[in-house]
């Protein structure tokens, strides 16, 4: 008889996620994913002045706040038709591309990282020998004896407390961990470097934007101002901060990220074959030419659909056909009008939410009803997989040079051939290989800026439609963004000058959803399956996975009742059999 192991929450996400999956002789034979947070923004809008959206949706995560604005504002341009100045994309993309940075290189450090590094087993490292490892890497330059051995002394006194803080509740000393103790002192010296550039990254967001997090935008392109000599505007001092800061960001990428991932996943190869999926999609992003221009050619991601593994056919998108997008609810608490096993075009969505799950406190889900808060859609009827191995995917399988030569560089230095890509290894490779290209693209966009301003051209904004009165008198708009985590669209219907429907179909509703009235899994739940377990009790094989996908369920609200009292609070975590 199989054991179902429960762990709930999945920590280190960003919101509530729970797991349910059945183990038998050691492998799982079945896994059921629950969000266990509800959304409801789309409700929130209506009503509204489609200007406005942005920010209100960017609310939706606490760390993606830039991307849910953006997709919201190509939705009301798209539907309006308002084509924004050249230098507004450029910001926009800067500052996307500063999310990338920040988004990967926190996540690999600060929520993934510790899947595959043993904290406490670093301390009986060799200081020499790490930073022998170090320097046979990278040229970055803390990379000192001295440096490591300062590091060990600070953790060891902080193990012995008692007290671990961030490093407690590890899975130190698991079978799972294969690094030396060299490797581990050495990335947990990166972690706590990541930890002082993340901060300064985002200054980026500062500058443009007024404020990180949350930082504003404008339909119709910036709300920024350029004015070299003004104290007060986006000036010549402020805009060589933003050089400064996206080299910085490329060095620490290109010195320290992608290094450490290829050295920690030489000791995990065997991840090359497990977590795998095989249907994968991207919108597309970071246009050099316009939003509204489709020449994929003009944008730096590409955009397409690979089916069943196979890199010699992308698929056209073809997402504003109104079947290619449904979302279903057959095992989603919310209703639709009709049949709930039928799915909704998401310009005709509904945010109908209805909750007949288990009464807390319970022990498992009745996985044979509705059992979570995230719709299930479906791209042609399939499942799809988006988020960085997507995107580099439907790069590498496009013939775009760039992302062949980064994949088949980091391809040959770990002897692995180009089917390890489709596992949990090549899902958290991709985040870094990724970060590697975008780190490059955001001083291109940078310099395209720089030039448009020197050439006399500082428009920020494209106010033509900003009077409602010129609006038809109904609109629909579809916006499309690549966030950090998977393809992003927002859809608009305006109505009176006023937001009529509005839904969002964030990266973790394709990668997290439910099975769909076919009993198809979606990517969480089958990328589990045969995943061997050592230690049913310590299950860290479900979370590495899990992880490697960098889940957000946070694209939700809390689930409170009338007065505001909480409904259901979670442990941190249970282990339950039967």
């Not at 034979?29 to 929130?44: C, P, Q, Y």
């Not at 095989?278 to 991601?301: E, I, L, R, S, V």
């Not at 997008?325 to 095992?331: A, D, G, L, P, S």
């Amino acid at each position: 008889m199989a054991d179902r192991i429960v762990v709930d929450p999945i920590t280190r996400i960003e919101g509530h996620l729970r797991a349910e999956v059945e183990i038998s002789d050691g492998t799982i034979k079945d896994a059921f994913l629950s969000a266990t947070m509800v959304r409801g923004l789309e409700n929130i809008v209506k009503g509204r002045n489609p200007k406005d959206i942005w920010a209100f949706v960017q609310r939706t995560c606490g760390v993606c706040t830039a991307s849910h604005a953006i997709t919201s504002i190509r939705a009301v341009e798209d539907a309006l038709g308002i084509a924004i100045p050249p230098n507004a994309e450029m910001v926009r993309n800067i500052m996307l591309g500063a999310l990338y940075l920040h988004d990967h290189v926190v996540h690999f450090y600060h929520l993934h990282a510790f899947d595959w590094v043993d904290v406490v087993n670093g301390l009986s490292a060799d200081p020499v020998k790490t930073s022998q490892l170090a320097q046979s890497i990278s040229n970055w330059s803390k990379s000192s004896p001295g440096y490591f051995s300062d590091l060990q002394k600070r953790l060891k006194k902080f193990v012995s407390s008692g007290q671990l803080g961030i490093f407690a509740n590890g899975y130190w000393g698991h079978p799972a961990m294969k690094l030396p103790p060299e490797a581990n002192l050495m990335a947990t010296a990166h972690y706590l470097e990541a930890l002082e550039w993340q901060k300064e990254i985002v200054k980026i967001h500062a500058v443009f934007g007024g404020k990180n997090p949350h930082p504003n935008f404008l339909v119709g392109g910036m709300a920024c101002a350029v004015n070299i000599d003004d104290p007060s505007a986006l000036n010549a001092e402020r805009l060589a901060l933003v050089q400064k800061l996206l080299i910085q960001g490329k060095e620490f990428v290109e010195q320290v990220y992608i290094p450490d991932l290829l050295a920690i996943a030489g000791f995990y190869k065997d991840w090359g074959s497990i977590g795998g999926f095989h249907n994968f999609m991207a919108f597309g992003d970071f246009p050099m030419q316009g939003y509204n221009n489709t020449d994929p050619n003009t944008w730096k991601f590409p955009s397409g659909v690979i089916l069943d593994k196979d890199l010699s056919k992308v698929h056209d998108l073809d997402i504003r056909n109104l079947k290619t997008v449904e979302e279903y609810i057959n095992n989603s608490w919310y209703d639709y009008q009709g049949d709930g096993n039928t799915g909704k075009q998401p310009w005709a969505g509904e945010t109908k939410i209805h909750y007949t799950g288990p009464k807390p406190p319970y022990d498992f889900l009745d996985v044979n009803q509705k059992y979570s808060f995230i719709k299930t859609p479906r791209w042609k009827g399939l499942p799809m997989e988006v988020g960085p191995l997507s995107r580099m995917l439907v790069g590498y399988a496009s013939g775009r040079p760039e992302f062949k030569e980064t994949i088949d560089a980091a391809l040959s230095q770990l002897q692995v051939p180009v089917e390890a890509l489709y596992s949990t290894l090549g899902r958290t490779a991709a985040r870094a290989l990724e970060s590697k290209l975008v780190a490059q693209w955001n001083l291109e966009f940078y310099d395209r800026l720089i030039t448009n301003i020197k050439n006399g051209d500082e428009r920020m904004a494209n106010m033509e439609k900003w009077d409602e009165s010129t609006w038809a008198k109904e609109a629909k708009g579809l916006g499309l963004t690549e966030a950090p985590r998977g393809g992003l669209s927002h859809w608009i219907s305006i109505k009176d000058g006023k937001t009529d429907n509005y839904q969002q179909v964030v990266p973790s509703t394709w990668n997290a959803s439910p099975r769909d009235p076919k009993g198809l899994r979606s990517p969480y739940e089958e990328t589990l399956l045969n995943t061997p377990v050592a230690d049913p009790n310590l299950p860290l094989e479900i979370i590495r996975t899990l992880h490697s996908f960098d889940p957000c369920i946070a694209c939700a609200v809390h689930l409170y009742d009338e007065k505001g009292l909480i409904i259901k609070e979670m442990n941190d975590i249970s282990v339950c059999t039967i």
